[in-house]
C-alpha cells in the first residue's frame, strides 16, 4: 500500500519530471550539436506542448498533498502551469528569430527557459517555505544568466550585475523572514502556520520582511530600481520573458506566502501591500511619463500595473484574490504581445527602440501599427479591450469590501497612465517620418501568432466570463 501511495505522489509530479529531463536533453543538445538551432528549437517546444497536456490531466481532480506536505496539487496551481505553459510556447515563437540574428548559445537559452519554467512551477504547486525558496532561486538563477547572454554588451552587463544584487538582496529578506518564522513556530509547512493564533512582534517583523522580499521580485515601489534598468539592459527575447511568465509566478509566490501561510495576519500584511500599491500605482504612471525609452516606459508601466495586482491581493479574500488573477493573466498577455511587436520589429529598417523610432510607423507597417495600437487600448485599460476587465474587477473588489478611496487612486492613477499609453498612438498615426518598408522582413509565423495573440485582448472583452469564472473557482 505504501509502494502505490508513493508511485501515485510521483505519478503526480511526471509534468515536472518531464521538463526537468526535456531541459537537461535540450541542454546536452546544444553542446553536442549547436550548429543544428531549428532543432533545438522544435525540441524545446515538444517539451513545452507534453508538459502542457500533462498539467491540465488533472485538472478536475481534488486538490491533494503529497511528500508529507512538502507539495500540493489544487486547481490554482494546474491552472497557473497551464497558463505558464501556454505563454513560454508563444515567448519562445517570438524569441526564435533574436535568438538566430544575435548568435545567441540556442541550447544554453532554451534549457534555462525551460529550468526558469520549472522554478515557477515548484513555486506554484510548493507548500513548504523551503520549496517555495528553492523553486524561487532557481527562476532567479536562471533569469540572471539569461540577462547577461549578451556577452558583447556592456549595457546588458550592467543590467545583469544590478539584477543579481539587488535579487540577492530580495532573496535575503525573505530567507530572513522565513528562518524567523521557524525559529518562532518550529515549522516550515504552510498548512501548520495556519495554526499559529498569536501574531507577536516576532511573526509580524517576519510577515514584513516576506512582503519586502515579495516586493522586490514583483518590481513594486519603493523596491522597483532594478526593472526599469532590466528592460532597458536585457537582450529583447530576455525582456519578454521576464515581463510576462514569471510575473504569473510571482502572484503565486504571493498567494502562497500570505492567502495559505499567514491569511490570519491580514490586517498586518494588508496595510503593507495597500502603501506598496499606491506608491507602485502613483510612481509608476508619473515616471512613465517623462521616459523617452520605449522600453523604459514599458518598465515603469509594469510597475503601474504591478500596483493593481497588490490592490487585489490587499483584499484578502476570494474575490480580490480571483481579481488579482485575472488581472496578472490579462497583463501577461499584454506585455509578451507588446515585446512580441518590438521583437517583429527588429527586421524592420529601424527597430523600436525610443519612442521618437515610432513616428509615422502606420503608414509602411499599417498592421503592427494597428496590433500596437490594440494593445496600448488594452494596457491603458479602454472599453472594447480586455484591460477594461481586468481593471473594473480590481476596481469592483475594492468597492466591495470598503476600499473606495483605494479604488479612486486606482482610477486617477490609470488617467495619468492613458497618456503616454496614447501618445504612443499618436506618435504612430498622426507624426510623419522617413521609415520605409522592408520587403519580406516580416516572419509569416511570428506575424500569425502576434496578430492572433493581439486580436485576443478584444475578443476577451466580449467574452471574459469563462476565464473569470475559472479564475474563482480556482480559490473554491
Not at 526558469?116 to 520549496?131: I, N, P, Q, V
Request: net charge neutral; aromatic share 12%; charged share 10%.
Amino acid at each position: 500500500m505504501q509502494i502505490n501511495t508513493i508511485m501515485m505522489e510521483y505519478l503526480i509530479l511526471v509534468p515536472e519530471i518531464t521538463l526537468l529531463l526535456g531541459a537537461c536533453v535540450v541542454l546536452l543538445g546544444g553542446a553536442f550539436a549547436a550548429h543544428y538551432r531549428q532543432s533545438l528549437f522544435y525540441l524545446t517546444q515538444t517539451v513545452l506542448f507534453v508538459v502542457l497536456a500533462l498539467s491540465v490531466a488533472p485538472f478536475n481532480s481534488q486538490a491533494r498533498e503529497l511528500f508529507n506536505g512538502f507539495y500540493i496539487i489544487d486547481g490554482l496551481a494546474i491552472f497557473a502551469k497551464t497558463s505558464m505553459c501556454v505563454l513560454m510556447i508563444v515567448v519562445l515563437i517570438y524569441s526564435r528569430r533574436y535568438i538566430e540574428t544575435h548568435k545567441f548559445p540556442a541550447g544554453e537559452y532554451y534549457a534555462l527557459a525551460l529550468f526558469a519554467l520549472l522554478g515557477m512551477m515548484l513555486m506554484s504547486s510548493a507548500s513548504h517555505l523551503l520549496m517555495i525558496y528553492l523553486g524561487l532561486e532557481l527562476l532567479s538563477l536562471c533569469m540572471y544568466a539569461l540577462v547577461a547572454m549578451d556577452r558583447d554588451n556592456s549595457i546588458s552587463s550592467e543590467a545583469a550585475i544590478k539584477y543579481f544584487v539587488l535579487g540577492a538582496i530580495a532573496s535575503g529578506f525573505l530567507l530572513y523572514g522565513i528562518s524567523l518564522i521557524y525559529g518562532l513556530t518550529g515549522s516550515l509547512y504552510l498548512s501548520q502556520l495556519t495554526l499559529v493564533s498569536e501574531a507577536g512582534i516576532g511573526i509580524i517583523a517576519a510577515v514584513i520582511f516576506i512582503v519586502i522580499g515579495l516586493a522586490f521580485k514583483l518590481g513594486a515601489v519603493p523596491f522597483h530600481m532594478w526593472l526599469p534598468d532590466v528592460y532597458q539592459g536585457a537582450p529583447l527575447s530576455v525582456a519578454l520573458l521576464i515581463g510576462s511568465v514569471p510575473k504569473i509566478a510571482g502572484l503565486l509566490l504571493a498567494l502562497r506566502l500570505l492567502m495559505d501561510g499567514v491569511p490570519w495576519m491580514h490586517q498586518y500584511w494588508q496595510q503593507s501591500l495597500i502603501v506598496l500599491s499606491v506608491l507602485s500605482l502613483l510612481v509608476g504612471n508619473i515616471v512613465a511619463i517623462a521616459q523617452t525609452s520605449l522600453r523604459r516606459m514599458l518598465g515603469y508601466s509594469t510597475i503601474g500595473h504591478v500596483g493593481y495586482i497588490l490592490l487585489g491581493l490587499s483584499v484578502g479574500n476570494v474575490q480580490g484574490y480571483s481579481a488579482a488573477l485575472f488581472y496578472t493573466l490579462i497583463y501577461a498577455l499584454m506585455s509578451s504581445a507588446t515585446f512580441g511587436a518590438l521583437l517583429m520589429s527588429e527586421r524592420m529598417q529601424r527597430p523600436l527602440e525610443q519612442l521618437s523610432d515610432l513616428r509615422g510607423l502606420a503608414k509602411p507597417y499599417p498592421w503592427l501599427a494597428f496590433l500596437l495600437l490594440l494593445l496600448m487600448f488594452s494596457m491603458a485599460g479602454i472599453p472594447m479591450t480586455v484591460g477594461f476587465y481586468a481593471k473594473l474587477q480590481i476596481l469592483q473588489a475594492l468597492v466591495a469590501n470598503n476600499g473606495l478611496i483605494l479604488a479612486l487612486i486606482a482610477v486617477v492613477s490609470s488617467v495619468i497612465g492613458a497618456f503616454y499609453y496614447l501618445r504612443v498612438i499618436k506618435l504612430m498615426y498622426f507624426d510623419d517620418n522617413d521609415i520605409r518598408p522592408i520587403e519580406g522582413s516580416m516572419p509569416a509565423a511570428h506575424i500569425s501568432v502576434l496578430s492572433v495573440h493581439a486580436l485576443l485582448v478584444v475578443g476577451l472583452f466580449f467574452f471574459p466570463q469563462a476565464l473569470i469564472q475559472i479564475c474563482q473557482q480556482v480559490f473554491s
